[in-house]
């Protein structure tokens, strides 16, 4: 209150979200005056549509840094969940318990392990356990797996949370901050004027000293306002709930977890289908043939809701984290990642946009510059 | 609690609840069936464990989830009772694979 700042807020964070909220609760944490400007209820909102895993194991062929980047952000989600419940006393269910990726062939098994050598020769790949394991192995750790079974990756680094609960701990947590929070307040228009930025909404105008975007698949339409090209695009998951039942799995699959609820949660789907957010019953009943295959007992339950929801996708899958040149105290941070990269975000990237540097020898492989090189002939 | 309208052609039929056996009436709901013979707390919530009882009684609210032979969280208001039937008030959540 009684600093002598030009603007109302040090920083305006455009989106919600996980990322945004995460972002948001950092620079707050941080000191920060922070608002967030969110749309309203016809927005997305991947944040609340996602699997909510916690994952390390398979991440970053192409990009050992991004490899590096997950682990870190998985190390650090324990300091998170108990900052989060002693700010908040919101218990998030972050689990920890190690994660399978099941492969029902064969065929399957060597492609796996053949993907996971080839990620952990890159030369500049972070150090962590993983271990592939065949049939009897994997039947020893996870006993309710089913004969059709054949192997599986096993990571002790991989676990899972309640997204839903983070979301709501986040947005607690940086209102008890002092956050400002804007919902329904889509940003029109970003001036750079005098050392700082106006956002435009058809509500009201918000004056800050820096801007992060982090409004998912929208970064790609605010970019440009602030010089910086954003190539996200959405790309469609869909995902099966079953009602709750007795716990039975004590470790989340990629594809198969159970909640802490209870509920038992199918999905992982990949389709290029533009903004349409439609479930097909063909991708939803080709997930639970497998889903059952890998775990029997899932046949007799009933399925209580279906959804398809929109990943936030850069062409090479990595993040874009990067400071603007023409605009400088512009930021942009998003990734498909949010729940997994939640601890990052809020203890990581925050306290240096709140310092309003992005050191180049740790960030500069996640700007979206990565996207110029020129097409060889 | 309920009292039963008048009908002196409805048969009367053999079921347990849980485990213990109970004469009901042909043409009733697993969930009427229960109200009628006095079992008010049909399961106990799965999250919370408070005790729940049948509600919308017409397949919308799903609050009167019981196990009947063998399967869990059928909705009682939508299964009629047949000679034999075991039907249990549930306690928690279900198994999966039972």
Same mark, same amino acid.
């Given at each position: 209150?009684?600093?002598?700042?030009?603007?109302?807020?040090?920083?305006?964070?455009?989106?919600?979200?996980?990322?945004?909220?995460?972002?948001? %609760?950092?620079?707050?944490?941080?000191?920060?005056?922070?608002?967030?400007?969110?749309?309203?209820?016809?927005?997305?909102?991947a944040?609340?549509?996602?699997?909510?895993?916690? %994952?390390?194991?398979?991440?970053?062929?192409?990009l050992?840094?991004?490899?590096?980047? !997950?682990?870190?952000?998985?190390?650090? %989600?324990?300091?998170?969940?108990?900052?989060?419940?002693?700010?908040?006393?919101?218990?998030?269910?972050?689990?920890?318990?190690?994660?399978?990726?099941?492969c029902?062939?064969?065929?399957?098994?060597?492609?796996?392990?053949?993907? =996971?050598a080839?990620?952990?020769?890159?030369?500049?790949?972070?150090k962590?356990?993983?271990?592939m394991?065949?049939?009897?192995?994997?039947?020893?750790?996870?006993?309710?797996?089913?004969?059709?079974?054949?192997?599986?990756?096993?990571?002790?680094?991989?676990?899972?949370?309640?997204?839903?609960?983070?979301?709501?701990?986040?947005?607690?947590g940086?209102?008890?901050?002092?956050?400002?929070?804007?919902?329904?307040?889509?940003?029109?228009?970003?001036?750079?004027?005098?050392?700082?930025?106006?956002?435009?909404?058809?509500?009201?105008?918000?004056?800050?000293?820096?801007?992060?975007?982090?409004?998912?698949?929208?970064?790609?339409?605010?970019?440009?306002?602030v010089?910086?090209?954003?190539?996200?695009?959405?790309?469609?998951?869909?995902?099966?709930?079953t009602?709750?039942?007795?716990?039975?799995?004590?470790?989340?699959?990629?594809?198969?977890?159970?909640?802490?609820?209870?509920?038992?949660?199918?999905?992982?789907?990949?389709?290029?289908?533009? %903004?349409?957010?439609?479930?097909?019953?063909?991708?939803v009943?080709?997930?639970?043939?497998?889903?059952?295959?890998?775990?029997?007992?899932?046949?007799?339950?009933?399925?209580?809701?279906?959804w398809?929801?929109?990943?936030?996708?850069?062409?090479?899958g990595?993040?874009?984290?990067?400071?603007?040149? !023409?605009?400088?105290?512009?930021?942009?941070?998003?990734?498909?990642?949010?729940?997994?990269?939640?601890?990052?975000?809020?203890?990581? =990237?925050?306290?240096?946009i709140?310092?309003?540097?992005?050191?180049?020898?740790?960030?500069?492989?996640?700007?979206?510059?990565?996207?110029d090189?020129?097409?060889?002939? | 609690m309920?009292?039963?309208?008048?009908?002196?052609?409805?048969?009367?039929?053999?079921?347990?609840?849980?485990?213990?056996?109970?004469?009901?009436?042909?043409?009733?709901?697993?969930?009427?069936?229960?109200?009628?013979?006095?079992?008010?707390?049909?399961?106990?919530?799965?999250?919370?464990?408070?005790?729940?009882a049948p509600?919308c009684?017409?397949g919308?609210?799903?609050?009167?989830?019981?196990?009947?032979?063998g399967?869990?969280?059928?909705?009682?208001?939508?299964?009629?009772?047949?000679?034999?039937?075991?039907?249990?008030?549930?306690?928690?959540?279900?198994?999966?694979?039972?």
């Open positions: 209150m009684s600093r002598p700042d030009r603007h109302e807020f040090d920083v305006a964070v455009i989106g919600g979200g996980l990322v945004g909220a995460a972002v948001a %609760w950092g620079l707050a944490r941080a000191g920060e005056r922070v608002v967030v400007l969110d749309e309203g209820d016809v927005a997305f909102r944040s609340r549509g996602n699997f909510a895993l916690v %994952w390390v194991q398979g991440k970053g062929l192409g050992p840094e991004y490899a590096a980047w !997950s682990k870190g952000s998985s190390d650090l %989600w324990a300091d998170l969940a108990d900052l989060l419940r002693e700010q908040t006393g919101l218990d998030v269910a972050f689990r920890r318990p190690g994660g399978f990726h099941l029902l062939s064969e065929r399957e098994v060597e492609n796996r392990a053949h993907m =996971l080839r990620l952990h020769n890159q030369p500049a790949m972070v962590y356990e993983y271990a394991l065949d049939r009897a192995r994997l039947k020893a750790m996870l006993p309710p797996v089913g004969p059709e079974v054949a192997g599986a990756s096993y990571c002790p680094l991989d676990g899972h949370v309640n997204s839903l609960r983070l979301l709501r701990a986040l947005h607690a940086m209102q008890q901050l002092a956050a400002a929070y804007l919902a329904d307040h889509v940003v029109e228009r970003i001036d750079h004027l005098d050392g700082g930025f106006r956002l435009t909404t058809r509500h009201a105008e918000v004056q800050a000293g820096k801007v992060v975007l982090a409004a998912g698949n929208g970064n790609a339409r605010l970019g440009p306002m010089g910086l090209d954003v190539p996200v695009r959405p790309q469609r998951g869909q995902i099966i709930v009602e709750k039942v007795a716990p039975f799995l004590d470790h989340p699959v990629v594809t198969v977890r159970q909640t802490d609820e209870g509920s038992v949660m199918i999905g992982d789907s990949v389709e290029e289908a533009g %903004w349409d957010t439609t479930v097909g019953a063909g991708v009943s080709a997930m639970a043939e497998r889903a059952v295959r890998m775990f029997p007992q899932l046949g007799r339950l009933n399925v209580v809701r279906t398809a929801a929109l990943r936030v996708m850069t062409p090479d990595f993040p874009i984290y990067q400071q603007s040149v !023409s605009c400088p105290g512009a930021f942009v941070a998003t990734c498909h990642s949010g729940v997994t990269l939640a601890a990052n975000h809020a203890l990581v =990237l925050a306290p240096l709140a310092r309003g540097d992005l050191p180049a020898e740790q960030y500069g492989v996640f700007s979206a510059r990565r996207f090189v020129p097409a060889t002939a | 309920f009292r039963r309208l008048p009908d002196a052609n409805a048969a009367m039929i053999a079921v347990t609840i849980d485990g213990r056996a109970a004469q009901v009436r042909a043409g009733d709901t697993v969930a009427a069936a229960l109200l009628s013979a006095g079992i008010l707390a049909s399961r106990a919530a799965d999250v919370s464990g408070a005790p729940r509600y009684m017409m919308v609210c799903f609050e009167c989830l019981v196990t009947v032979d399967v869990g969280n059928r909705q009682g208001c939508l299964v009629p009772v047949a000679a034999g039937m075991r039907i249990e008030t549930q306690h928690g959540r279900r198994e999966a694979g039972r």
